[in-house]
């Protein structure tokens, strides 16, 4: 009995790495190729695969390319809070890139240099040219560790009591810190601008504020939160009962604070005012979210806008110039005005892969359109969790209107904590989840 469950279970391993394991491939030329095997592209690219296949016009194995020389995809910040909270061990926020893409999907495993749009092709920074037919940009956002002074030294420092969430090497950090914490200062910050999952920076302080509490430390730790933005969060339903906990709760608000330097050896903290002003402040512990914005390679090539980012029509998911109309973006590195969240990906998947199967079959778009949905899961202790759902314009829609989503509940904390972990690798980089649609593919028609 015990060997045939061995032989079972063997069978099952050999199986899904047959599925799984990707073939790196030499190829100049492609239908559709995908750069950045995120969430985003992942995701998209099965999704595209499949909906070829769903109107009997299956592709090729291989006819789609993704281009990533990554060696692990990562479940960032959503779950790297629940590592910063003692929650899961950060092992199981990463797993090897090529395990994850199926082998009728072409793998690239380098990175992009240049764009050459006119011509439908891309440079890679071996030298390699390759082409497409239609191109999808989802390559995430870049984090700039280095846009505060000492932050990266303090980051590698273990008594500097600094630590971040927002990097795999140091989201355990946070735990350590925070376990490790008996008394004094604890700061947490967010910068102005953009972010990925804007809740985040609050997310892990309500956690450790919740922690000192259940082990008789809040009243000798003083929590602040730092923020570079003028309120709690975007969304003024949601701000509102934020600012109302952080009031309840005796955590000290500093909205319009940029943390600018950090001089661990004093463990002091430097923040810019939105008046120009200087506050120098003491700390114990500082949980740091870096600024963050678009990537290099992106910066400076013909398909963003001003900004750095992959010029899209928000709607759509389409380039706005009418010459690149065979190029689509979703996710962190695209123009879109909403929250930059693995659940806007989720939205945008089916809405980028109707549109670019309309383009490439009849040479316009379909009807589908993305409205800006996103959500933040924002953890407000443990066991609650206060849902935050809206759209463009910063309008709440919400998945459960039966239900106050303002009012933190645990029920949206194991939705949290235990089945979004589980559909991110089950289903959502397979292309099979698409959240309050469930996981059957959204007809547009």
Not at 27 to 52: C, E, H, M, P, T
């Given at each position: 009995?015990?060997?045939?469950?061995?032989?079972?279970?063997?069978?099952?391993?050999?199986?899904?790495?047959?599925?799984?394991?990707?073939?790196?491939?030499?190829?100049?030329?492609?239908?559709?190729?995908?750069?950045?095997?995120?969430?985003?592209?992942?995701?998209?690219?099965?999704?595209?695969?499949?909906?070829?296949?769903?109107?009997?016009?299956?592709?090729?194995?291989?006819?789609?390319?993704?281009?990533?020389?990554?060696?692990?995809?990562?479940?960032?910040?959503?779950?790297?809070?629940?590592?910063?909270?003692?929650?899961?061990?950060?092992?199981?926020?990463?797993?090897p890139l090529t395990s994850?893409?199926?082998?009728?999907?072409?793998?690239?495993?380098?990175?992009?240099?240049?764009?050459?749009?006119?011509?439908?092709?891309?440079?890679?920074?071996?030298?390699?040219?390759?082409?497409?037919?239609?191109?999808?940009?989802?390559?995430?956002?870049?984090?700039?560790?280095?846009?505060?002074?000492?932050?990266?030294?303090?980051?590698?420092?273990?008594?500097?009591?600094?630590?971040?969430?927002?990097?795999?090497?140091?989201?355990?950090?946070?735990?350590?810190?925070?376990?490790?914490?008996?008394?004094?200062?604890?700061?947490?910050?967010?910068?102005?601008?953009?972010?990925?999952?804007?809740?985040?920076?609050?997310?892990?302080?309500?956690?450790?504020?919740?922690?000192?509490?259940?082990?008789?430390r809040a009243d000798k730790?003083?929590?602040d939160f730092y923020t570079?933005?003028?309120?709690?969060?975007?969304?003024?339903?949601?701000?509102?009962?934020?600012?109302?906990?952080?009031?309840?709760?005796?955590?000290?608000?500093?909205?319009?604070?940029?943390?600018?330097?950090?001089?661990?050896?004093?463990?002091?903290?430097?923040?810019?005012?939105?008046?120009?002003?200087?506050?120098?402040?003491?700390?114990?512990?500082?949980?740091?979210?870096?600024?963050?914005?678009?990537?290099?390679?992106?910066?400076?090539?013909?398909?963003?806008?001003?900004?750095?980012?992959?010029?899209?029509?928000?709607?759509?998911?389409?380039?706005?110039?009418?010459?690149?109309?065979?190029?689509?973006?979703?996710?962190?590195?695209?123009?879109?005005?909403?929250?930059?969240?693995?659940?806007?990906?989720?939205?945008?998947?089916?809405?980028?892969?109707?549109?670019?199967?309309?383009?490439?079959?009849?040479?316009?778009?379909?009807?589908?359109?993305?409205?800006?949905?996103?959500?933040?899961?924002?953890?407000?202790?443990?066991?609650?969790?206060?849902?935050?759902?809206?759209?463009?314009?910063?309008?709440?829609?919400?998945?459960?209107?039966?239900?106050?989503?303002?009012?933190?509940?645990?029920?949206?904390?194991?939705?949290?904590?235990?089945?979004?972990?589980?559909?991110?690798?089950?289903?959502?980089?397979?292309?099979?989840?698409?959240?309050?649609?469930?996981?059957?593919?959204?007809?547009?028609?």
């Amino acid at each position: 009995m015990l060997v045939n469950r061995r032989l079972a279970v063997t069978s099952a391993r050999l199986t899904h790495y047959s599925r799984y394991s990707s073939t790196y491939t030499t190829s100049d030329k492609y239908k559709i190729v995908v750069v950045g095997a995120g969430n985003g592209g992942l995701s998209v690219a099965n999704q595209i695969y499949d909906r070829f296949a769903a109107a009997g016009k299956s592709l090729n194995p291989g006819d789609i390319a993704i281009i990533d020389a990554a060696e692990y995809h990562y479940y960032q910040v959503c779950v790297w809070t629940l590592v910063g909270s003692g929650l899961r061990s950060k092992s199981t926020t990463r797993q090897p890139l090529t395990s994850l893409i199926p082998k009728r999907l072409a793998h690239i495993p380098e990175s992009v240099k240049t764009f050459s749009p006119e011509g439908s092709s891309l440079t890679t920074t071996s030298g390699r040219t390759v082409s497409y037919d239609a191109l999808v940009v989802a390559a995430g956002l870049q984090i700039n560790w280095s846009g505060i002074q000492g932050l990266p030294q303090a980051l590698v420092d273990s008594s500097s009591g600094v630590s971040s969430i927002y990097s795999y090497d140091t989201c355990d950090k946070a735990w350590n810190d925070i376990e490790s914490l008996r008394n004094g200062n604890a700061l947490f910050t967010q910068p102005a601008g953009v972010v990925k999952c804007a809740g985040a920076p609050q997310k892990i302080m309500w956690m450790a504020l919740d922690r000192f509490k259940r082990t008789s430390r809040a009243d000798k730790i003083k929590v602040d939160f730092y923020t570079g933005m003028p309120t709690m969060f975007s969304v003024k339903k949601y701000s509102d009962v934020l600012d109302r906990l952080r009031q309840e709760r005796g955590v000290g608000g500093h909205f319009q604070h940029n943390l600018i330097s950090i001089d661990s050896n004093n463990h002091k903290a430097t923040f810019k005012k939105a008046d120009g002003s200087i506050a120098d402040v003491d700390y114990t512990t500082l949980h740091v979210t870096p600024p963050m914005g678009p990537l290099n390679f992106l910066k400076d090539s013909p398909i963003v806008d001003s900004a750095g980012w992959v010029s899209i029509d928000p709607g759509t998911l389409q380039h706005t110039k009418p010459e690149y109309s065979n190029i689509f973006a979703l996710g962190d590195c695209s123009s879109a005005p909403t929250s930059k969240t693995a659940t806007a990906v989720i939205a945008q998947a089916p809405v980028l892969t109707e549109n670019l199967f309309s383009v490439m079959e009849t040479g316009k778009v379909s009807s589908a359109k993305y409205d800006g949905y996103t959500s933040c899961p924002l953890l407000t202790g443990y066991g609650e969790l206060l849902l935050a759902e809206f759209k463009y314009g910063l309008e709440p829609k919400e998945t459960f209107p039966w239900m106050d989503q303002s009012k933190p509940n645990r029920f949206f904390y194991h939705l949290k904590k235990d089945l979004f972990p589980a559909a991110y690798w089950n289903l959502m980089v397979k292309g099979k989840w698409y959240g309050n649609k469930t996981i059957f593919r959204p007809s547009f028609s």
